[in-house]
Each structure stands twice: as structure tokens, then as C-alpha cells.
T-cell receptor
Framework: ETGVTQSPTHLIKTRGQQVTLRCSSQSGHNTVSWYQQALGQGPQFIFQYYREEENGRGNFPPRFSGLQFPNYSSELNVNALELDDSALYLC??????????FGPGTRLTVT | GNSVTQMEGPVTLSEEAFLTINCTYTATGYPSLFWYVQYPGEGLQLLLKATKADDKGSNKGFEATYRKETTSFHLEKGSVQVSDSAVYFCALRGELAGGTSYGKLTFGQGTILTVHP
């Protein structure tokens, strides 16, 4: 059974640019949640997708957007990058009401 | 809203010492409670969970008991090893809404544990 995978592993972008992060969910899981983990902090919930629809959103601006595809993989898009967007971005997949399984994360650095 | 508070860190122990990491929460209703562990350069791994009051979650020698009267879920281990060095996160998931929607996880700020030989 393949676990949750994320790509890329690391990414460096310039302020104002746009970025797309990708997540492949674990086999059989139909829900993907995205979290932002700033250095030294706990993960913060960005949003969740369930069967291709957004199903809950945290306190993040609209320039954070996402997609979920028919195979339940997902993308996180961030427009107009700011320095404070530098963080580890984690995705987690699940099959409700089961547990969330996390991927290894994408480290985004904005300069 | 929901919130989780963990004890201030970092925590430094010698091998075979007893470990306690305190966690308290604020939530309405009956949340589920979790401990996750994060090793350097990796994502989060679920360590243990408890879904109702007085439940005890346990895994790899770690234990935590869901105490609704004190809104706590403290993590304990009787004898830590060097390999337990990691960051530990307490988290809660609110009661599930009706239908098939799935609650978000709310995390504490994390506690860095370092175990010396």
C-alpha cells in the first residue's frame, strides 16, 4: 500500500510569485487536508477537500486555493507569495471517519 | 474555538528517564485527542489516540489518558530511549458534523524532546 506522497520536497520562490504543491493520497482515501507548519510551530489547518469539493477552510486568505482530482490527489496553490508563506506544507489523506495520514511535506522558502 | 496548549519545551532527559509532556485543550462537546510525533526532516506520524473520556491510548511504550474533567491528555513513557528524540504534538479533532464531513485537526505548538545516552 502506497502512503501519502508530496512533491516537490523543497522549493524556493521569490516574493510575488505563484506556487503549486502536489499531494497523492493513500490508496482508498477520498479526503485530503492541507496544513501549514511554520518553523517551530504546530501545523495550522488551511483547508480540506472531500470528493473534489472544498469541505472546510481555516483562517487563510483567498490567495491560498486548492483542487482535488477524480483520483483524489490534490494541489495547493498559493498566489502572490509573501515572505511569511515560508513554511513546511503538509497534506494528510483520510477515509472518514478514519485517521489522517500525513505526507513528508514540502518545504517552501520565499525570498 | 478549539485550542490545544502544550507544556513549554524543550525537554531534555537521560536515557531510561520517565517522560511526561502536558497537554490541555479547549473544545465544545466530545473531541477526539491525538499525539503525533515528528522526526527531523519528516512529516507527522500518529503515535496514539483516544476518542472518548477515560480512554487510554497507547503505542510503543507511550500512553495518554483522555481526562474530560481536567480537559487534559498528558503523554507519558516510563523509560525513554535516544530514538524517542523528536518533536511531539498534541492535537484534537472536533466532533464530526452530520453526514460525512471530517473534522480538522487543531495542534498544539509542539514539544521538542532530546534524550541523551
Amino acid at each position: 500500500e502506497t502512503g501519502v506522497t508530496q512533491s516537490p520536497t523543497h522549493l524556493i520562490k521569490t516574493r510575488g510569485q505563484q506556487v503549486t504543491l502536489r499531494c497523492s493520497s493513500q490508496s482508498g482515501h477520498n479526503t485530503v487536508s492541507w496544513y501549514q507548519q511554520a518553523l517551530g510551530q504546530g501545523p495550522q489547518f488551511i483547508f480540506q477537500y472531500y470528493r473534489e469539493e472544498e469541505n472546510g477552510r481555516g483562517n487563510f486568505p483567498p490567495r491560498f486555493s486548492g483542487l482535488q482530482f477524480p483520483n483524489y490527489s490534490s494541489e495547493l496553490n498559493v498566489n502572490a507569495l509573501e515572505l511569511d508563506d515560508s513554511a513546511l506544507y503538509l497534506c494528510a489523506s483520510s477515509l472518514p471517519p478514519g485517521e489522517q495520514y500525513f505526507g513528508p511535506g514540502t518545504r517552501l522558502t520565499v525570498t | 474555538g478549539n485550542s490545544v496548549t502544550q507544556m513549554e519545551g524543550p525537554v531534555t532527559l537521560s536515557e531510561e528517564a520517565f517522560l511526561t509532556i502536558n497537554c490541555t485543550y479547549t473544545a465544545t462537546g466530545y473531541p477526539s485527542l491525538f499525539w503525533y510525533v515528528q522526526y527531523p526532516g519528516e512529516g507527522l506520524q500518529l503515535l496514539l489516540k483516544a476518542t472518548k473520556a477515560d480512554d487510554k491510548g497507547s503505542n510503543k511504550g507511550f500512553e495518554a489518558t483522555y481526562r474530560k474533567e481536567t480537559t487534559s491528555f498528558h503523554l507519558e513513557k516510563g523509560s525513554v530511549q535516544v530514538s524517542d528524540s523528536a518533536v511531539y504534538f498534541c492535537a484534537l479533532r472536533g466532533e464530526l458534523a452530520g453526514g460525512t464531513s471530517y473534522g480538522k485537526l487543531t495542534f498544539g505548538q509542539g514539544t521538542i524532546l532530546t534524550v541523551h545516552p
